[in-house]
């Protein structure tokens, strides 16, 4: 399906320009901003401690779980539960509810206060229209709502979040439905990823198959803005998205334009949703990044994409700032005292940010006391500060391929908070007595100083370990060989040893690649991950043995679930077609399985197209308040606690563990709920932010080899061409089955391979062929290649 558009005209044009845009019409050019402003949530004030009693005193015996109450409500976005969690709480306070175990709420029916009666749709109609930049979008959402509901019909409706699969349809998910239902993009309102919807079901043809609908309703938008690349006409221009499951493009009047100039990458707030489902939605850039193509303006693109922000707003900076950097003598008294110990840190050659040192001594008895020592972010960062309404914002430090995007400002994150070499510093640290077999003894948790002694790069380190010789070089053999323990043991208890690749690039001074390479990890890489491994390990532990019963104490833990049994049993059967015997049964131990697989594969061609698919039948690892055990790691209670200055779950679990160290055990489980469900909203943002600019350099690198010829690895197979990675550089490309020559090919998908519809020649998932770089579009980030040849096995 073509993207719609619109002629000239159609847009409103006939406003004066706005005096954001007037204001930075002299602003230089390759990155300007329209000013944008913060629209406010739909939610936020239109929920009332009236309404909810109303709620609960209409149906006084119905126990009502947090999400209920959120989806009677039509509450869908963060705002508007934060508001609604702060009501119960006043609610359960003042008597009028009651919350059970199970972390519910029902009606207390031996209140004896007024209950109003007053609807939310009644205090919506007499509370007053909000003016400002929004009205004419949510006029047009009123106008979609009279509209749709005169055509609504008899269907039934559900309610869900838009999951956009490619140009020609989306799925909604619901919790009010076993299966995603599937929207064609002509029936989804110009509804984007994310946003909350109300779709009316079809009846389906058949039993069995899969529910379709189309959307009546946009309930709540995740975004009013799209990146794209501005293609100009006389008067007027469209915004091309970026995002490829993008089915319209957007339409901008000339006024609306903000000087960006035909080939601009520009960042677009639409501000007219139309009606007909012919027509375009109406813009004005408010960002403009650049010529598209151009270093700067892609890597600002992506993270407009991805709403990463662009700095830090002036008010948290100066809170920052005000910070002092002076360590009292009554703070230093409160703590445990390591600034006479052995301390160093290890991390990346390039890094600032150090989170975590360790401290070794021999005590008496012969055994060694290793202390895990981390910044101490939450005595710095304070609860309800703007320094803390920031971090859980960012949830997470984003590492594209040129640049951090810190969740923390400078003077914490790379000052204050980093434990730099020979300075005083605060921490919080797990410390363990540990014996020469690597049992652990004893362990202690609190708050302590530090004073680390040397800075190590991890190539330093590593240069220690395999010389036997250098600085604390009796402290980091030993530490490298009590890991290498832990990390046995770790496998013995059902842990799965797969490797994942991580594409580093050396980049010149306008951001252009020099040259791309995997990241080797070493000996002094592992040492530091099973030292953090077994402080987060330990931490979870101690939080969840705290308090005995069903009952536990709320905590953040990072889980991870088993495998799916129906997953698990495709991929053997994928495995088995490439040689490889993986017995994934019912019963059988997954994980020895699945590192025996490891093992086979290391070093081969296939070896990650095959690890990265078994990845894939695991669960997503994530935060959750549930002690849900970590199947990958083979832990049954795990946390986040060795990286505060870069993840705010970590600063979460630091304030429960020191709040429960003194006596303090109230924590609102379904506050802690909201911000792990975030977290790990952010996390998975971040990540595709990371994977995109990758793949943007990738495409620029291998753009400089046009014409040459790879060994790669077939690594993905469709009706219209094979994936191709080139093993040298792991970059991806497709050869599309029209440009082979020799014969038509057909796509065999039960047995992944493509089948020569003459010559009978077979083309499998997994096998080794030879390809020449044909074309490299940075614009599209696409790679297309040339298959040469097959490589005989």
Known sequence: MERKRRGPGTGN???????????????????????RRKASSPNVGEISRAVLLNMFSTEPGTVFT???????????????????SGILKTMKKNGEVLHTQDDAYVFNQDYSGSVSTTTRGERASSRPERGGERSSSRGSRDRDRDRDSSRRGSGPTLVGKVDLANGRHAYVISEDSEQDVRVPVEKLMFAMAGDTVRVQLRKSRKPGDRPEGEVVEVLQREREEVVGRLEMSKGYGFIVPDMKRMYFDVFVGERNLNDAQHGDKVLVRITEWPDDPK????????????????????????????????????????????????????????????????????????????????????????????????????????????????????ATSVYLVDRTIPMLPEHLSNGLCSLRPNEDKLTFSVVFEIDESAKIHNYWIGRTVIHSDRRFAYEEAQEVIEAGAGDYAIEILKLNELAKKFKDIRFKNGAVNFETIEVKFKLDENGKPLSLYVKERKDAHKLIEEFMLLANKYVAEHVYKMKKGDKKLTMVYRTHG???????????????????KVDLEEGKDISKELNKLADQTEGKPEQNVLQSLAIRTMAKAKYSTEAEGHFGLAFAHYSHFTSPIRRYPDMMAHRLIAQYTHKDFHAEKEEYDERCLHSSDMEKRAADAERASIKFKQVEFISGFIGQQFKGIVSGLTDWGMYVEIEENKCEGMVRLADLQDDFYELDSANYRIIGQNNKKIISFGDEVIVEVKAANVLERTIDLILVDTVKK
């Open 66 to 84: 947090y999400r209920q109450i959120n989806r009677r409500l039509g509450v869908t976005n963060k705002e508007g539960r934060e508001e609604v």
């Open 13 to 35: 044009e006939s406003g004066p320009r706005s005096e954001n845009t007037r204001k930075d019409k002299g602003a230089p050019r390759g990155e300007r901003s329209g000013g």
């Open 562 to 580: 088993a495998p799916d049994p129906e997953k698990l049993q495709n991929f053997s059967l994928f495995a088995r077609k490439f040689g490889y």
């Open 279 to 394: 027509k375009n939605p109406n813009g004005e850039v408010i960002r403009v990044f650049g010529p598209a193509g151009e270093h700067n303006a892609e890597i600002h693109a992506i993270m407009a994409e991805f709403g990463l922000p662009f700095e830090f707003p002036e008010g948290v900076e100066e809170e920052a700032n005000a910070i002092s950097d002076k360590i009292t003598k009554e703070e230093i008294a409160k703590r445990r005292d390591f600034r006479n110990i052995t301390t160093f840190t290890i991390d990346p050659a390039d890094a600032k940010d150090f989170d975590d040192a360790l401290s070794v001594q021999q005590l008496e008895n012969g055994n060694w006391e290793i202390g895990v020592h981390i910044a101490d972010v939450t005595h710095y960062v304070q609860p309800k500060s703007k320094l803390e309404k920031e971090a859980y914002r960012r």
